[in-house]
């Protein structure tokens, strides 16, 4: 799935399915002109609801989020985030509602929150 992030958080509701290998690729808007990842830090979280302290599923950069220093060009439109998870990662979770973050730090240490998944529903597939 390709996203363009221009307002923070853009809000998503995302169904994926137990077992399916998952990525999200962003084009991360900030101040007008595509966010600047040198230097930067990511968090990606699952969780069963926003108050809990442990996460089900945490990604960084460069285990599960690449931050493309030199964006991508896909369909001549310019993307900087991947965030990847994984079928194993998705089974250890199991199927239910949950919800989940990216958090991206800048090079000068300022964390912003570009999207938020409520929910994020992990469903059974029919092939298993």
Known sequence: MTLSIDTSPEILKISWYLGDDQNLT???IFNGTLFDTTGAGALFQIKENDTD???LLQLTRDSGITLYDTPID????LYNVRIDVSSAQLINIGVGSFV????ITDSLGKIKTPLRIEPLNIT???SR
Not at 74 to 77: K, S, T, V
Not at 100 to 103: C, H, Y
Request: charged letters at 20%; glycine letters at 12%; aromatic letters at 6%.
């Open 100 to 103: 989940a973050d990216l958090q």
């Open 74 to 77: 896909i369909g001549g439109i």
């Open 53 to 55: 302290s442990t996460s």
């Open 124 to 126: 059974q597939d029919v």
């Open 26 to 28: 962003l084009r991360y």
